[in-house]
T-cell receptor, first 114, second 114 residues
Framework: DAGVIQSPRHEVTEMGQEVTLRCKPI?????LFWYRQTMMRGLELLIY????????DSGMPEDRFSAKMPNASFSTLKIQPSEPRDSAVYFC????????????FGDGTRLSIL | AQSVTQLDSHVSVSEGTPVLLRCNYS??????LFWYVQHPNKGLQLLLK??????LVKGINGFEAEFKKSETSFHLTKPSAHMSDAAEYFC????????????FGAGTRLFVKA
């Protein structure tokens, strides 16, 4: 049973560049979540989808951040243009029928913006 | 409004001694409560969950937690620590009040000494 798959695992890029993070949720899961984790702010929910539809994006920090879910098996989180303060570990998680169900996390993408 | 407070940012125990990680929550409705564990360079993994059934919840790897409504607490315990338990632990409260809302605690880092 494959878990949540995120790519790349590590990304180093220069400020101003576009960054795209990818996520494949567990098959059959209806909910998909994007989180950001930093030492200063801990784990923050950025956005979540239900059946490919964005439900709550109030955690997206700025217009530079955007997320899409074109189908049930793929989602992207894009930062354009990137800034050094975007450096963090970004996690994708998915959960089955209801939001109360446990969330299954990927191993994250460690993003460094120079 | 809901909130979750993990009372200790760091806990250090010796191998073979009991573990206690403390969590207090605040919720206007009957919440669901979870504990997750995060090992280095990994995503969060569910340890156990409380969803209004038995107040004493058993999880994986010998962990358990007790829901105490009168004290609004959901402390995580383990009778005997193992070196592999060294990780960060997150207490999570979730409720559905017409809209999904999940709050993660700030985390407690557990150190296990040989």
């Amino acid at each position: 049973d494959a878990g949540v798959i995120q790519s790349p695992r590590h990304e180093v890029t220069e400020m101003g560049q576009e960054v795209t993070l990818r996520c494949k949720p567990i098959s059959g899961h209806d909910y998909l979540f994007w989180y950001r984790q930093t030492m200063m702010r801990g784990l923050e929910l950025l956005i979540y989808f239900n059946n490919n539809v964005p439900i709550d994006d109030s955690g997206m920090p700025e217009d530079r951040f955007s997320a899409k879910m074109p189908n049930a098996s793929f989602s992207t989180l894009k930062i354009q243009p990137s800034e050094p303060r975007d450096s963090a570990v970004y996690f994708c998680a998915s959960s089955p029928r209801t939001a109360h169900q446990p969330q299954h996390f990927g191993d994250g993408t460690r993003l460094s913006i120079l | 409004a809901q909130s979750v407070t993990q009372l200790d940012s760091h806990v250090s125990v010796s191998e073979g001694t009991p573990v206690l990680l403390r969590c207090n929550y605040s919720s206007s409705y009957s919440p669901s409560l979870f504990w997750y564990v995060q090992h280095p360079n990994k995503g969060l993994q569910l340890l156990l969950k409380y969803t209004s059934a038995a107040t004493l919840v058993k999880g994986i790897n010998g962990f358990e937690a007790e829901f105490k409504k009168s004290e609004t607490s959901f402390h995580l315990t383990k009778p005997s620590a193992h070196m592999s338990d060294a990780a960060e632990y997150f207490c999570v409260v979730s409720q559905n009040t017409g809209g999904f809302k999940t709050i993660f605690g700030a985390g407690t880092r557990l150190f296990v000494k040989a």
